[in-house]
């Protein structure tokens, strides 16, 4: 073997190393944009092209394989799914044609009796069902012998995308019914509630994160996660309006279908209402319309069907609408107000967003005074100025939107200056940096900016974080207001009396909070590094990292390339992560926290250590009492690995209610099965003989 050719191999090595990484980034890339931000660059096409390519490579080498390619676990959770499936529907997932006022409105039913009349019909009396239009994810949900097995988005209305995994943690979806056909589909809604929605929101912008534009996109960008656990954390609702495939069942009217939903714990919103012809069609809709901003949820017109199934039968389907359903769309909501002054916010991480303050202005009635302006540079592509008159849209957004500034403006003389990022603090003063490239203009002073230390500690108490029920953002607030608090460590040595001494604390409510305080010392040590606000460590990076790392002394001691190698962590936001650790405030606030004795390690044996050591499982099915999650903790908090397909390297499969086809793969490869009791038998004890299949 001469050396040259040595070179010129391991050169080629080399470069499908190269290749491999570039194409885990591209996949990365891809799927953030499909999965998360529901925006795709490319075609499904392409992407399996590109996730074929990565896998070739990774089969020949296996040594090219990462922990985190996409080839992999991805996500790392047990509800975690590599893609999501295409599934055909059972019956295709029709739309629904528009009318845009009270004459296509008639002109729907005249059609309506014209068609009826040709077919020797003449004079129906039409009832009709008058459903809100819910401004979510049409979704099909399919009932075996009454266990839900199966969701599907409605994708292209024949192939849709298999969503199980997240529509198991929607409480609103009944998991199992009573006396259901042999085979049931349920069609109807995802969505999410304006104040989930708006709750949403705030976390994701207070972490540094994107926020969602409207409830739409994220019900969308949520029930299309990959892992469960990341839709488990953000709530979404259902309503159910058609029973599709129904073995042995029957309806004459649509009406009774959803009364049949009903009874059987589908959620069917109580306004829906069965009137007689198109005058109170009419009359219906405008009042859905006029009642429209006092909904908890976003609606965009409503849906009108005919009620006689056999009239329904009759009228068919043209194209992909039928013939007896129409959409009442709402009129679009804009309105001209005038911009009165462009305000800055100072984030938890120190970036200065502008938000417009308005002169109040109904729009699709609610009474806009504030509306969002993104970015600096969304201030500047859409030229706006104080004082302009400005076109403000509510269209299925309930945070309003700018949009530009009104047509006459851009004529004006004498409009306002162009607006620029204040060069100090709002909040504290400090004069402000951007660096290069930012899309922020920031303010330096983190821990002496109150504006800046009130997003933090709000973050810090917050659910999902260290949950310390009783302190909200007003309190939070107050405490700093008042001295009593100046980071997130002083909550710590918050005693009953000082809080007393707050007007609106009495002694219960002080020493329960106290007490709440206390408590939270004991949050996992995943939840206490999400706590921590450190941008780019949402709730599952900060899982992940405590997992890997075990402890914070292991953590910091870690190199940037270390921290790369956690799941979900790429080589730039492992140097993010470093950077934000090695700051001298955050350094300074873990010394603080850990010395009032809040968590800094994770519980249980470090990887491949105790009782379950370099043990394998999968979890499939609902487990009698124990949710994937704890069943995950026990698991891992026992030395085991929890990963979600089925393989010959997997040890044992837990099974509970409705297990699929995991279980069955199970069986066929001679794995062990274990039901929840003999997990918490296996946990208790440990293994006693080699599981079969090893
Ligand atoms: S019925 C006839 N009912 O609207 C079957 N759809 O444009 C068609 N939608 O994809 C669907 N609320 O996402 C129906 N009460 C409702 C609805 C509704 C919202 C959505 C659904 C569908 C789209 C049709």
């Known amino acids: 073997m001469s050396a040259g050719g040595d070179r010129a191999r391991s050169a080629e090595a080399g470069d499908r190393a190269d290749r491999a990484a570039r194409l885990r980034e591209q996949l990365r890339h891809h799927a953030r944009r499909y999965y998360e931000l529901d925006d795709p660059e490319i075609g499904d096409d392409e992407y399996d092209a590109l996730y074929r390519e990565l896998q070739a490579l990774e089969d020949a080498d296996p040594g090219l394989v990462t922990p985190d390619s996409p080839t992999q676990v991805v996500g790392g959770g047990p509800q975690a799914v590599s893609r999501l499936e295409k599934v055909a529907h059972l019956q295709p997932m029709l739309s ?8 296509e409105l008639r002109d729907w039913v005249q059609r309506m009796r014209n068609h009826l009349a040709r077919e020797g019909i003449e004079d129906p009396a039409f009832s009709f069902v008058c459903e809100p239009k819910i401004d979510g994810l049409a979704m099909s949900l399919r009932y075996v012998d009454g266990v839900l097995e199966r969701g599907v988005t409605r994708g292209d209305g024949t192939i849709g995308e298999d969503v199980t995994h997240n529509l198991r943690t929607i409480t609103a979806i009944p998991q199992r019914i009573e006396d259901a056909p042999a085979l049931l589909e349920v069609r109807g809604e995802v969505y999410m509630s304006l104040p989930d929605f708006q709750a949403l929101n705030e976390r994701r912008a207070e972490a540094g994160e994107s926020t969602f534009m409207n409830p739409r996109n994220a019900a969308a960008g949520t029930v299309r996660q990959l892992d469960a656990a990341l839709a488990a954390q953000r709530p979404l609702s259902f309503w159910a309006y058609q029973v599709g495939v129904a073995q042995g069942l029957t309806f004459a009217r649509h009406s009774q279908a959803l009364e049949w939903l009903r009874a059987h714990g589908f959620p069917v919103n109580d306004q829906i209402a069965v009137v007689e012809g198109e005058e109170q069609v009419v009359a219906r809709c405008l009042d859905w319309q006029a009642r429209r901003g006092s909904l908890e949820f976003e609606i965009d017109g409503v849906v009108v069907k005919v009620d006689d199934v056999e009239l329904q039968r009759r009228l068919g389907v043209v194209g992909r609408d039928p013939r007896w359903a129409i959409a009442w769309k709402f009129p679009p909501t804009t309105k001209v107000t005038k911009l009165l002054r462009i305000v800055w916010n100072v984030g938890k991480f120190g970036d200065l967003h502008p938000f417009a303050e308005l002169e109040p202005v109904p729009v699709g009635g609610v009474t806009v005074k504030l509306a969002t302006l993104h970015n600096e540079e969304d201030l500047v592509r859409k030229d706006l100025r104080e004082g302009d008159d400005v076109i403000v849209l509510r269209a299925g957004d309930v945070i309003p939107q700018v949009v530009s500034p009104a ?36 303010c330096p002073n983190r821990k002496g900016c109150p504006g800046q230390q009130w997003q933090l500690i709000k973050h810090f108490v917050s659910r999902g974080a260290m949950d310390i029920d009783g302190l909200g953002e007003l309190q939070v607030g107050r405490f700093l207001d008042a001295g009593l608090i100046a980071t997130a460590a002083d909550l710590y040595d918050l005693d009953g009396e000082r809080i007393t001494r707050l007007e609106g604390f009495g002694e219960v409510s002080a020493t329960r909070l106290v007490q709440a305080i206390e408590r939270s010392k004991q949050a996992p040590f995943g939840r206490v590094l999400f706590a921590l606000g450190i941008e780019e460590v949402g709730f599952v990076t900060g899982r992940n990292l405590a997992q890997r790392f075990r402890t914070i002394d292991t953590l910091l001691a870690a190199q940037p390339q270390e921290i790369a190698q956690t799941p979900g962590i790429g080589e730039n936001t492992a140097t993010v992560i470093y950077e934000q650790l090695h700051d001298d405030d955050m350094l300074d606030l873990i010394a603080a926290l850990r010395e009032r004795g809040v968590t800094m390690a994770q519980e249980g044996p470090p990887p491949g250590e105790g009782p379950l050591a370099d043990r394998t499982f999968v979890l499939t099915g609902t487990l009698p009492d124990l949710t994937r999650e704890q069943a995950t903790e026990r698991i891992t908090a026992a030395g085991g690995r929890v990963t979600s397909s089925v393989s010959g390297k997997t040890d044992y499969v837990v099974a509970g209610e409705a297990a699929g086809t995991k279980l069955a793969k199970a069986e066929r490869l001679g794995v062990s099965v274990l039901d929840e009791a003999g997990l918490l038998e296996l946990l208790e004890h440990g293994p006693a003989a080699e599981p079969a299949g090893s």
Not at 96 to 103: F, G, Y
Not at 407 to 424: D, E, K, L, N, Y
Not at 427 to 441: H, I, R, Y
């Open 407 to 442: 047509p006459h403006v851009a004529q004006r003389s004498g409009r306002g200056p162009v607006p620029r990022p204040p060069s100090r603090c709002p909040s504290c003063d400090t004069p402000t940096v951007k660096a290069p490239g930012a899309v922020f203009t920031r």
């Open 96 to 103: 629904l044609a528009n009318a845009r006022s009270e004459a």
